[in-house]
């Protein structure tokens, strides 16, 4: 599809308010990936694609953190750029998400980059926060912004750049074979980030809810959404025991405390 330059400049924009949001207000940290496909795929007049591929890059991001500053895939502009990509060239969701992916990957390079670039501004919004001067300070570490704006605004003005009809002819060009093994490969990859987050999740102890899950998918032919609504269910059956638990153990400790302090335990009792 063409696209025309007030929708290039809206996903310019609407990739710099991501970028924003991540850096400060953090709004969109619980489905930020689905929030960035959808929004690229209004932009570009295809929200379903844009949805599709957020949706399962937000699958691949569960379990994965940037914790202690790591560098991790940045599935935010995997989910921007492979929605560009799905829509542009007309092959739909899978072959975005497999362009989305290893751009998630590449990514962490640029990442690594720009936390390089930016240690010089930190280290001079210090020194001016040392002498007391809070508004040269607030300058420095705003020009380090830049930085973070150019890691994604730089890859989707490149892939507007390369445009709708050269994206399609490459896909043309590919052999049918391999875009069905992209599309094969897209529908494993929800798994990938499902057995992450199940790593770091207490499995054996919740083992039955897991298999009643699969159940009701694989048996039943729940949807999704009902499988939610089936689990957010039992999470409350399962807080609400727990809480009684706590409570009634709280009860004779409580006791047991208030007899102590006259000097009477349970032996003599």
Not at 11 to 32: C, E, H, K, P, R
Request: cysteine-free.
């Amino acid at each position: 599809m063409e696209v025309t330059f007030l929708q290039m400049a809206a996903v310019v924009l609407f990739s710099a308010i991501i970028v924003y949001d991540q850096m400060n207000t953090q709004l969109l940290v619980i489905g930020g990936k689905v929030i960035a496909g959808l929004g690229v795929g209004l932009i570009l007049g295809d929200p379903v694609t844009g949805l599709a591929v957020g949706a399962v890059l937000e699958l691949m991001s569960l379990g994965v953190g940037a914790y202690g500053g790591a560098s991790v895939p940045d599935y935010w502009l995997g989910a921007i750029t492979g929605t560009m990509v799905a829509v542009m060239s007309g092959k739909g969701a899978d072959f975005g998400v497999l362009v989305g992916v290893p751009l998630s990957v590449l990514a962490i390079q640029l990442d690594v980059l720009v936390r390089t670039a930016t240690t010089f501004f930190v280290h001079k919004a210090k020194a001016a926060a040392d002498r007391g001067n809070v508004a040269v300070a607030y300058r420095w570490l705003w020009n380090g912004y830049t930085f973070w704006f150019l890691k994604y605004i730089v890859p989707v003005v490149l892939l507007f750049a390369i445009g709708a009809d050269a994206m399609s002819a490459f896909v043309n060009w590919v052999p049918q074979w391999f875009i069905a093994g992209f599309s094969i490969a897209g529908g494993l990859l929800p798994v990938v980030g499902i057995a992450i987050l199940l790593r770091f999740m207490n499995t054996k102890a919740h083992l039955p809810f897991l298999i009643f899950g699969f159940a009701l998918v694989a048996y039943l032919k729940v949807p999704m959404v009902g499988v939610a609504v089936f689990g957010l269910a039992a999470a409350i059956l399962v807080f609400r025991a727990a809480s009684k638990q706590a409570q009634a153990a709280a009860v004779p400790s409580a006791s047991n405390a208030a007899l102590s302090t006259v000097g009477v335990n349970n032996d003599e009792l």
